[in-house]
């Protein structure tokens, strides 16, 4: 009997070490899975839905619509569709708001390759933050967001011919009938999501005629200095255009001289800019311009000077310096402001190949 109870107090103790040690390694299991879990909620994934927008998530997870446009890196927040996964992060988890995005402005010369080896970042990442689909497409004045690089970096070497730079500075802008806040961003060179904090709005698609938005970080906007390489006048009395083709470059000579330069777009390949003199006959402040694969409502200021060919602002690209369009000359919208007062009707416009 004396036996009997010793084998069962013997199973006894050892049914109890086993028990006692089933939560400890379950917890030390447990550990890198709450982690995980941990890391899996700072970035929940959603998948937009059909007749979804970016303010409706953002209402439903609680999060700053700027907040979700910086984390995906969208560009055009107009622009999301059905199936695109976003990340959702936790409210106030978004790291770009505390350290704005380091930006390099493309120089004459440089290419895609030098850039990331001046700030030590991979090509492969200048390219996904920017969504470039061909390198070789860079472009003079182009501004690229360098990922990874912290603003203290600075490259290897600045080009000599750089005016001082001057500190950033808040403007202001009206909204004007047909404006968008993606418009507005990429006409000052900006982000939606920077207008957004900027202006404390909640919806990007709640904004109206009149309203009077700041633009962060803008500069002094005073006329560029003209270019020592830009090619002499075609004449030396009145006003001129000259649009150069192979330069991409509009110039705006007056009785000889040289008065602003430009980097423009002109025709793609399979629509060639119109080469030859003309003179600008019909000028429109906002305009609707249609053709095959396109319609664009309120193209501002546009300037015809042969049939449907014209100089014009562009709201829809921003890729100057580029063949872009299907024959006209597409410019920065505030450089076509400028050119639009300051050239009247009859005003001569050569383009040359």
Known sequence: MKLLKGKLFAISLIVALVVAAIPLGAAS???????????QASQTIHVVQPGETLFKISVRYGVPMADIITVNGIVNPERIYAGQHLIIPTPGSTPAAAQPAVRHVVQRG???????????????????????????LLYV?????IPGASSSQQPVSQPAAQPASQPATSSTYVIQPGDTLYKIAVRHGTSVAALMQANGIADMNRIYWGQTLVIPGSTSTSAPAPSSSAPPAPTSTG??????????????YENGVLVREFVVSTGLPAYPTVTGTFSIYVKYRSTRMTGPGYDLPNVPYTMYFYQGYGLHGTYWHNNFGTPMSHGCVNMRTPDAEWLFNWAPVGTTVQVVP
Not at 141 to 145: A, E
Request: proline share 5%.
């Open 141 to 145: 004045g182009q501004t690229l967001v």
């Open 29 to 39: 299991a447990a550990a890198p899975a709450e982690d995980a879990a941990e890391a």
């Open 110 to 136: 440089e290419y895609l390759s030098q850039i990331a080896v001046k700030y030590g970042v991979p090509m492969s990442s200048i390219l996904q933050a920017n969504r470039i689909a061909n390198p070789s």
């Open 239 to 252: 006003k001129l255009i000259l649009v150069d083709l192979s330069e991409q470059r509009t110039y705006a």
